[in-house]
């Protein structure tokens, strides 16, 4: 028998080789590198070693739940909970958040790019039609008289420069006339009286070829014809046939609509963006869908007290005279602020408000996965739907726009920077310490002795809750709101005193060391609030540390929870002097404590703080 041939052995060896290594390309794994679906994700990242999903509360991470619902304390929907997350401290800083794509898809994140360009702000305006009173001509009695004619007797009578509009008959007026005639026969001995006869009849605005027919005829005329003194519409009518007018009588108004007035009203966090110069557009009822443009003329220097309002005014032709005095109109003006400079622009809703802080998250790529940064900025005016930022943000980096209240619970289970967790080291502020994902994923115990103690050391829903004392603090500042919105002085500072005497003299605020341990940094706040309030001798100062008592209180809510009635925790961003501040009420209806009378309905309610259950 042959033996096998050695170059038949090596193809057959590499045929085998390469096949292996083929099938490893196509096959091999395949199952590692296959994108995760959303099932998949929650399965893994969000179970315990059970394997049952695990859900927990972005504002009470205490709360542990095998199923979705809402949270026990303070109502929030429940989302997956995070187990991995106390491993993240040693993957990024305290100002970071990581997470898988399928997490990032999972929180359906969307960012977009910073960017600097000229920050074009959109006012609009109400406003309306009016006559421009450069444009006014009034037709007066020169001397006085008798209407023994009309020839226009309707106000809105569209009339020309020099129509008649009605006859007079006056003595006065016939003895001028023969005064002329009789100056005239020495006109050339005595020229002076000639000319101061003819002069007489020439300030009566009697037209020249009339004066020249007395003089040529040698006959006085008994009615003389009132002419109009421009183009335009009569506005008013004074007179009718037979009545006595005496000198000065303002007889006809007349009106020249070629030319209009729009006048706007612009509220004062407006007029910033607004000046001389600038073009308006403005759309009228009567012309659905056509737009019509004006100039600025004149911008008030002084603001109505009532509606705080100045009244802006600008001019726009009117040749078909389509627009009429009175007609309503919505103005819009588009102005760049800052003198056209470019400036730092990021998205509105790139934005999260804590009620003192504005943050955003920041995005970019580590090791190949989404980071998340927690930023603080510094906001200037809102232009539209930006917001110009004066720091925090670099030009090119991009903010989450979507997604970024899922990522803020995200970051808080974690223990990291949050909306509710400012300090950098990643520990809970003093007075929000709920207890961290850190501590329950450390603690393997699950008797159910270990879990009550870690309950009642980690949040504030024992006995020591008092919800005698809030409820009382509540309904005191409730009553004080409502005297500052109605403008009574008085009775706000008296319910003050009542708040105060709650905060600074309730046993249950200071009988309970655990409850002062727990909410001293808060407490001592709203102590120094409401003596400043105390002290406050007029209404604007009293609003000014009410803003501040308003902050302390909501974080009181919030910790403690609630179970009397929903609350709404509302903000106007015209109060303060255009800085904007918050407040709590029990009716969603706005009713503004910091604007008073004056605008009691400016103001919108930023969310709503369930009861507890």
């Known amino acids: 028998m042959k033996s096998p041939n050695i170059n038949q052995i090596g193809r057959s060896a590499g045929i085998l080789v390469i096949g292996l290594l083929l099938g490893w390309l196509f096959f091999g794994g395949s199952s590692a590198d296959q994108p995760q679906s959303m099932d998949e994700h929650v399965k893994e990242a969000h179970t315990n070693e059970q394997g049952e999903v695990v859900y927990t509360c972005s504002m009470h991470p205490s709360v542990r739940q095998s199923e979705p619902g809402n949270c026990p304390i303070c109502g ?70 008798r209407i023994t004619q009309l020839y226009v007797d309707y106000t809105g009578a569209r009339i020309q420069k020099g129509e008649r509009l009605a006859s007079i008959y006056s003595p006065q007026l016939l003895s001028a006339q023969r005064e002329l005639l009789e100056t005239r026969k020495h006109k050339k001995s005595n020229p002076a009286l000639y000319q101061s006869t003819r002069r007489k009849l020439e300030l009566w605005e009697l037209p020249e070829e009339e004066i020249q027919k007395i003089e040529n005829s040698g006959k006085v005329i008994n009615e003389l014809d009132i002419v109009s003194p421009a183009e335009g519409y009569v506005l008013k009518r004074n007179i009718s046939e037979q009545d006595h007018v005496m000198e000065g009588t303002v007889m006809y108004e007349i009106a020249n609509l070629s030319k209009v007035w729009v006048t706007f009203e612009a509220y004062e966090s407006d007029l910033v963006g607004l000046a001389e110069g600038n073009k308006v557009t403005f759309t009228v009822e009567a012309y659905p869908g056509e737009t019509f443009e004006a100039e600025i003329t004149y911008i008030d220097p002084t603001l109505d007290p009532q509606s705080r309002t100045a009244t802006v005014r600008a001019e726009a032709a009117n040749p078909d005279r389509r627009l009429k005095p009175q007609m309503l109109a919505e103005g819009v003006v588009s102005s760049e602020i800052s003198g056209g400079k470019e400036q730092t622009l990021i998205p509105k809703s790139a934005v999260l408000w804590t009620g003192e802080r504005s943050v955003v998250y920041v995005y970019k790529r580590v090791d190949g996965q989404p980071v998340f940064e927690f930023r603080e900025v510094e906001l200037g005016a809102r232009v539209g739907d930006q917001y110009v930022v004066k720091s925090g943000v670099k030009v090119g980096e991009e903010v989450v726009t979507n997604g970024n209240f899922k990522i803020d619970s995200a970051a808080q289970l974690a223990g990291k920077a949050s909306m509710m967790n400012r300090n950098p080291d990643g520990t809970k502020p003093a007075g929000h310490n709920h207890g961290s994902m850190e501590e329950m994923n450390r603690s393997g115990e699950s008797s159910e002795m270990d879990n009550q103690s870690h309950e009642e050391a980690t949040t504030d829903t024992s006995d020591h809750q008092h919800s005698e004392h809030l409820s009382e603090l509540i309904d005191n500042y409730l009553a004080m709101k409502e005297a500052l919105a109605n403008d009574r002085f008085k009775e706000a500072k008296n319910h003050l005193e009542a708040f105060k005497k709650e905060v600074t003299e309730s046993k249950e605020m200071n009988e309970h060391p655990e409850h002062s341990d727990m909410h001293q940094k808060h407490h001592a706040a709203m102590v120094e609030a409401v003596n400043n309030a ?50 709590l009420d029990d009716k969603k209806a706005i009713s503004n404590p910091y604007m008073g009378q004056q605008m009691p309905g400016c103001g919108s309610t930023e969310k709503v703080i369930s009861k507890s259950k």
């Open 76 to 145: 929030m929907e429940l989302i997956p909970a995070d187990e991995e997350g106390s491993e993240q401290g040693s993957e990024a800083s305290n100002y970071e958040l990581k997470m898988t794509e399928a997490a990032a898809r999972l929180a359906e994140v969307q960012t977009t790019e910073v960017i600097k360009d000229v920050a074009v702000k959109k006012v609009r305006m109400p406003g309306k039609i009016a006559v421009d009173e450069r444009r006014v001509s009034n037709v007066t009695a020169h001397f006085p008289g």
């Open 534 to 583: 105390s002290e406050a001798k007029t209404i604007d100062k009293l609003r000014e540390s009410f803003a501040e008592i308003s902050n302390q209180l909501v974080k009181a809510v919030e910790n403690q929870g609630f179970d009397t009635k929903e609350l709404y925790w509302q903000y106007c961003p015209m109060a303060q002097n255009q800085e904007g501040a918050y407040w």
